[in-house]
């Protein structure tokens, strides 16, 4: 149950795009096509976002899009924004009833 | 849309138990499985337990896995966290959160648990 791994933190300029990196192994991510994304604002509950790997939320922005290879699942954000300044955290199905999350990214929107 | 509510945070001493609660006021929670996240002061998410639908299958962390028991009652649309043997290292906000086809995505607000002497 190790924590998948993220890059501690990643920045654009507005209007820019950024990925952010979510690596597991294949009892997790690569396996299976169940990864999820999380934006957390400081001091609020985490914001569902993305899930199976490439799915947006309702009323999630389509500037926000999600895919995988192998073991890496990657968060796109185009059009960086002000309010895109945020903390993000990627979460895997692990089998057996269990999840595993991101070590997460600070996103600075410079 | 569904909401949930956690209750039952607080300060307790080391070694100590507590019971976290959440309140759903959705009508088709018995048809979910839920989960418990925490997340420790300045740190990031982790997964501790969930339950499914008819409470026949319960998973944990491994760092909480005998000291911790969830449980839910779906006639009171209510999940719990019994947490016996705190130490510090579980000093974190709990967030009830509920499982759509094994992705997590709807959460409660949390609650604080704090465990010093």
Known sequence: QSALTQPASVSGSPGQSITISCTGTSSDVGIYNLVSWYQQHPGKAPKFMIYEVNKRSSGVSVRFSGSKSGNTATLTISGLQAEDEADYYCCSYAGSSTFVFGTGTKVTVL | ?117
């Open chain 2, 1 to 117: 849309e569904e909401q949930l509510a956690e209750s039952g945070g607080g300060l307790v001493k080391p070694g100590g138990s507590l019971r976290l609660s959440c309140s759903s006021s959705g009508v088709t929670f018995s048809s979910y499985s839920m989960n418990w996240v925490r997340q420790a002061p300045g740190k990031g998410l982790e997964w501790v337990s969930s339950i499914s639908s008819s409470s026949g299958y319960i998973s944990y962390a491994d760092s909480v896995k005998g000291r911790f028991t969830i449980s839910r009652d779906n006639a009171k649309k209510s999940l719990f966290l019994q947490m016996n043997s705190l130490t510090a290292e579980d000093t974190a906000i709990y967030y009830c959160a509920r499982d759509l086809s094994l992705s997590i995505d709807v959460w409660g607000q949390g609650t604080t648990v704090t465990v010093s002497s």
